[in-house]
């Protein structure tokens, strides 16, 4: 059967187009003409009939793009590249490298802090900067990194140094710390002092214990302020070597008080305070080692040669555990024995040498002995000797 066989009757012929003219895109949007009036509606295609039409329809070309015009070639002219295709290397960027340059400071001078900190953020600026001008490159990204790393490592620094001095202040104000700077300075202090000089130191001390001197002074006070801090230490230990009687008092009370924490007491020993105080001030010698004074605070360190509790207790236990006591069963009997040892012991027990330091505040044009160094020079001549 031929094609004009097969084309249903009343259909309409497919529309031809113009041989020379260019077919147009159908548009997507176009809706079909209403018929024309009087005209009868075309019937539904059958789906051989609509399959046959499809066929028929002319195919749309694909359009044509207009292709750009290129520039005449010049013999010997490098023809134009893009920056950044394949094989092109990217311009060099004189930012890049100050950022890289910034960076690697940054790091070397974290431990400056406030250094490090300024090159690390001059390096991150001048890679944001080498970044908008060319493009990424290595300089600029490592430049970038470290001046990261710059910043980082010197706020640990910054956290580091905050940790040390807070335990540096720490450790300073406490009493531990402090007692064992002053023996260390003390020992310093006899090794320069007392090694050149003993001699004349040990002449001076004789003699204030004959009554014709009552210091000598290794160090001597040179601005006025060290002269009038000095002289208020020393005066306060020639009223110590007279025996001041509410002093010497305080001391027979401390000395109970630590006797208790054994179970004793100067009464359970037999002792009077009186016996014990007198003994106590006797053949006192001091010498003032070093003066110093800045602003409001003063300290003299003085050598203090004096007779202590401790040293006579330590003498008259001795003589009591040399004693036979395996008959006394009783311990009021033990106490008064060693209080008895204790009277003995006052002839034969050597007075001993220890450093005193002695805090002074100015208010004023007068300086005053703190009274929490004058307690502890107490307890430290007289008692415990250290």
């Given amino acids: 059967m031929s094609e004009e066989e097969k084309k249903p009757a009343g259909a309409p012929e497919p529309p ?108 991150i600026i001048l890679a944001v900067k080498a970044v908008k001008e060319s493009g990424k490159d290595g300089k600029s990204t490592g430049g970038k990194v470290c001046g990261i790393v710059g910043i980082v490592f010197s706020v640990i620094t910054l956290i580091i140094v905050i940790c040390l001095v807070a335990f540096g202040v720490a450790l300073f104000n406490d009493p531990d710390f402090q007692d064992a700077y002053h023996d260390a300075y003390n020992s310093a202090q006899s090794d320069s002092t007392y090694g050149s000089g003993s001699s004349s130191s040990n002449g001076s001390s004789s003699s204030s214990g004959s009554g014709s001197s009552s210091s000598s002074t290794t160090h001597a006070a040179t601005t006025d302020d060290e002269k009038a801090a000095q002289k208020v230490v020393t005066d306060y230990l020639d009223t110590l070597k007279a025996g001041d009687a509410a002093s010497l008092n305080q001391v027979a009370t401390d000395t109970d008080s630590a006797l208790s924490g054994s179970g004793m007491s100067l009464s359970a020993l037999g002792i009077l305070p009186s016996d014990l105080t007198g003994w106590l001030a006797k053949d006192m010698t001091y010498t003032v080692t070093d003066v110093s004074a800045s602003g409001t605070y003063s300290s003299v360190v003085v050598s203090v040669t004096s007779h202590d509790v401790v040293s006579l207790i330590e003498a008259s236990t001795n003589s009591l555990d040399s004693a036979d006591t ?36 100015k208010s004023g044009d007068t300086w005053t002995i703190d009274d929490s160094s004058k307690t502890y020079a107490l307890d430290s001549i007289y008692i415990y000797g250290c």
Avoid: H
């Fill in 16 to 123: 031809k187009a113009p041989a020379n003219a260019a077919p147009e895109p159908p548009s997507a949007a176009a809706a079909p003409e209403p018929p024309a009036a009087g005209a009868t509606a075309p019937e539904s295609l059958s789906p051989a009939d609509a399959a046959y039409a499809s066929a028929q329809a002319p195919t749309q070309p694909a359009p044509a793009y207009a292709t750009p015009a290129q520039q005449p070639y010049v013999a010997g002219q490098q023809p134009p590249v893009a920056p950044g295709a394949p094989g092109v290397p990217m311009q060099s960027n004189g930012k890049a490298t100050a950022a890289l340059v910034c960076g690697i400071l940054a790091i070397l001078f974290s431990w400056t802090i406030i250094l490090g900190i300024g090159l690390g953020i001059a390096a």
């Fill in 326 to 361: 395996s008959s006394i069963t009783d311990e009021a009997a033990v106490y008064q024995l060693l209080g008895t040892y204790m009277l003995q012991a006052r002839d034969t027990t050597p007075a001993t040498t220890k450093t005193i330091y002695f805090d002074l505040s």
